[in-house]
């Protein structure tokens, strides 16, 4: 989590200065939607499909101490990896011009700025073979409990992405950006290597075809790879509606997402990263009634920071906005219109964190279907209400691509009610009463926590935002953590306990 947390401040020192160069401009559209074809790629081949699969494989083998077994599927993963990423991602440079034109950028005026799209989407399209080889290494590590490495990975693909801002951006506009990003995937690959040392590794040059540990990640990997293709489908209609609607929404949606995926990724990925191995390991040695108690007393947890940055976020959206990005190409129309978008992600912010931690138990289970039939359920959803809830706004009079962001919230929502109700009949149960001795507490810190921010806003109104932006955060925070801890929630004296752990072993 602290990973996380400093993967997140560089990468909104990136995103200050894509803002500052290009504010919600035409050309950083053309660049989020040429974004979107390599990040599909990524996640499909060695992203999250991948890892669902082969980490529960390959902590099997761990368990078992059976290394070279382990070894001999991570390599002929890799080698198939490479293969697949390598021979797709020349096939869409090749199609690059179709591609925008009619599925990821249909909106886009024909000539210069399709012409755009598509010289950056051939640019970026070099990070998805890095990507993949960087998100193999990612499960090995992790499957060993390492979790540095592999956590501070994002922060050198930002900082990648910084170097191309300050020195390429001045000289070769938006392309710098697209290079940057090629770097960063490199150093993203680079950070990886050193934590391999020590794990008495081996790369056996083979594809592994004939190997059933390797069939049975391919088998497992099947439903989740629909799953995962179901939800980058979501993003692809939800850049290609953005493109007809007023300059900019592409940008702003996905400035919006960015901000309300910091304290998600904080939240949610962190634990949940950590959460899988362990899962796993309990799972093979068959501790149900362990793995229930743990994911109780994660989702509590989960639960703990969720739900005040829900309501943090939503009520001081524009003043933070304002104090991250508004000055130079970013204006206060621009602030606007993230915000607008901000406001229906937020919403969501608890149903995607708990999503995170339970998908990660029925990977553990090796069941990969059940979470990829109730995602790809409620993608089929979101789809179907991106094109009702812009419509309704735009009849409302309101910006429609703040339909496009309640569409996801609703979605997910529906999708953690469905993943809860059958993991509690696969466990025998949730252990909630582990949750509820803490939920309560939550919320009523919460709802505190909130009056004094309305109060605070209602104080400083006029006043510069840095100081309404900075002053909430810190005075919502505080609040919150002290009324919880006068109502003895789990969580503080968890936290504190840790802390003073740490303290004393330093």
Request: hydrophobic share 60%.
């Amino acid at each position: 989590m602290a990973a996380f947390l400093l993967s997140n401040i560089v990468g909104l020192v990136r995103q200050i200065l894509v803002s500052y160069a290009f504010g919600t401009s035409t050309d950083l559209d053309a660049f989020y939607v040429a974004q979107k074809l390599p990040d599909i790629l990524f996640t499909l081949a060695a992203g999250g499909a991948l890892a669902s699969a082969f980490i529960p494989t390959f902590t099997t083998f761990l368990t078992r101490d059976d290394r070279e077994g382990a070894w001999r599927l991570a390599s002929g993963v890799m080698n198939l990896v490479f293969i697949v990423l390598s021979l797709t991602s020349a096939l869409a440079a090749f199609l690059a011009p179709a591609l925008v034109r009619y599925i990821l950028g249909p909106g886009f005026i024909a000539g210069e700025q399709q012409a755009l799209t598509v010289a950056l989407l051939r640019v970026l399209l070099l990070s998805s073979v890095i990507f993949g080889m960087s998100g193999l290494l990612m499960g090995i590590l992790n499957a060993h409990q390492h979790f540095i490495f592999p956590a501070l990975a994002p922060t050198f693909y930002w900082l990648g992405m910084i170097f191309g801002l300050l020195v390429w951006v001045p000289r070769w506009g938006i392309f710098g950006l697209a290079w940057g990003a090629v770097l960063g995937s490199v150093l993203h690959l680079l950070i990886q290597l050193p934590g391999l040392r020590g794990l008495s590794g081996r790369y056996y040059p083979e594809l592994g075809w004939r190997n059933p540990a390797v069939r049975d990640v391919l088998r497992l990997m099947g439903p989740r790879l629909l799953g995962v293709a179901a939800v980058q489908l979501n993003f692809l209609v939800s850049a290609a509606l953005a493109s007809f609607m007023l300059a900019g929404s592409v940008s702003a949606l996905n400035y919006a997402w960015q901000i309300f995926t910091m304290p998600q990724v904080i939240i949610a990925q962190g634990i949940a990263i950590a959460a899988l191995p362990t899962f796993s390991a309990m799972v093979a040695r068959e501790e149900i009634a362990a793995m229930r108690a743990s994911l109780a007393d994660t989702l509590r947890g989960i639960l703990f920071l969720a739900l005040p940055a829900t309501v943090g976020l939503l009520m001081l959206r524009v003043p933070v906005i304002a104090l991250l990005y508004q000055r130079h190409n970013f204006t206060a129309e621009s602030t606007a219109l993230v915000a607008w978008a901000l406001a229906w992600f937020t919403v969501g912010l608890a149903s995607h964190s708990v999503v995170e931690i339970i998908s990660r138990a029925f990977y553990a289970l090796r069941d990969t279907r059940t979470p990829v039939l109730i995602g790809a359920a409620a993608m089929g959803l979101n789809i179907v209400l991106s094109f009702a809830l812009a419509g309704l706004f735009t009849r409302l009079g309101w910006q429609p691509h703040g339909g496009l962001a309640l569409s996801n919230t609703v979605a997910t929502t529906l999708e953690m009610v469905g993943l809860l109700w059958i993991l509690r009949r696969r466990l025998g149960g949730l252990a909630f009463t582990r949750i509820r001795s803490g939920l309560w507490r939550t919320a009523f810190a919460t709802l505190y926590m909130g009056a004094m921010l309305g109060l605070w806003l209602q104080k400083t109104e006029g006043l510069p935002v840095w100081l309404v932006g900075m002053g909430g955060v810190v005075i919502g925070g505080a609040v919150f953590w002290l009324i919880a801890h006068i109502l003895k929630t789990p969580e503080t004296r968890l936290l504190a306990a840790l802390v003073m752990e740490r303290v004393k072993r330093s």
